[in-house]
Every structure is written in C-alpha cells, then in structure tokens.
Nanobody, 125 residues
C-alpha cells in the first residue's frame, strides 16, 4: 500500500505563487509516475501535470504550461508543483496521485492507484 500526502495549499492573490508538495511512501518512489490533478466545485477532476519516473517525460495541461512546474526529489520520496502567476480559475482542490504501473494514459485519473486527500488552493482576484 502506498500512502500519498499533499501539503502546501492556501489562499493567494492573483499573480502570486504557491508550491505544493506530495510525499509518497514506498521504497520504489523513483519508479512511480506522479501526477497532479485538480477539481473545482461542480467540475470533473482534471489533469494538471505529470512526472514520469527517473526524470523522464514531463507533461502539462495546456492551461498551466509556462506557469506551473512539476519536479521530484526521489531521495525524499517527494514530488512538487510550483505554481506561479496564479489565476482565479486555478482555484480548486489539488490532488497528487501515484501510478506504480506507469501507464501511458497518464492524463486519465483512472490509471492512478494511489491518491492523496487533496489540498485546497484558492486564488483571489
């Protein structure tokens, strides 16, 4: 069983920055595909970013490209999401997820086996 825990959410003004952290248990964190998703009220959970294992492919949703950066520190079993130039439409609960099987369909929430509890990000205008 892999436990995933997010932290770092909060309230920020438009144009500001936040860094989310995600720690996943397990001795093979470097082999996990780590994804970030978000869900706004009344909307479906949507893909934000992914870091494939060992510094491989990184991908972003179009709406966050150039503003968000995903990274990982395998020695600390931690993935990060640096969010800059935040907009009110970025307001959502942000979730981190781990996929040990490293599915190629990484934009689909269903391929991730382990999820954190979510952390609220609120961007005021």
């Amino acid at each position: 069983q892999v436990q995933v825990v997010e932290s770092g959410g909060g309230l920020v003004q438009a144009g500001g920055s936040l860094r989310l952290s995600c720690t996943a248990s397990g001795r093979t964190f470097s082999e996990y595909q780590m994804g970030w998703f978000r869900q706004a009220p009344g909307k479906e959970r949507e893909f934000v970013a992914v870091s494939r294992w060992n510094g491989g492919l990184i991908d972003y949703a179009d709406g966050v490209k150039g503003r968000f950066t995903i990274s990982r520190d395998n020695a600390k079993n931690t993935a990060y999401l640096q969010m800059n130039s935040l907009k009110p439409e970025d307001t959502a609960v942000y979730f981190c997820a781990a996929d040990p099987r490293r599915s190629g369909s990484y934009r689909q929430p269903g391929v991730y086996d382990y999820w954190g509890q979510g952390t609220q990000v609120t961007v005021s205008s």
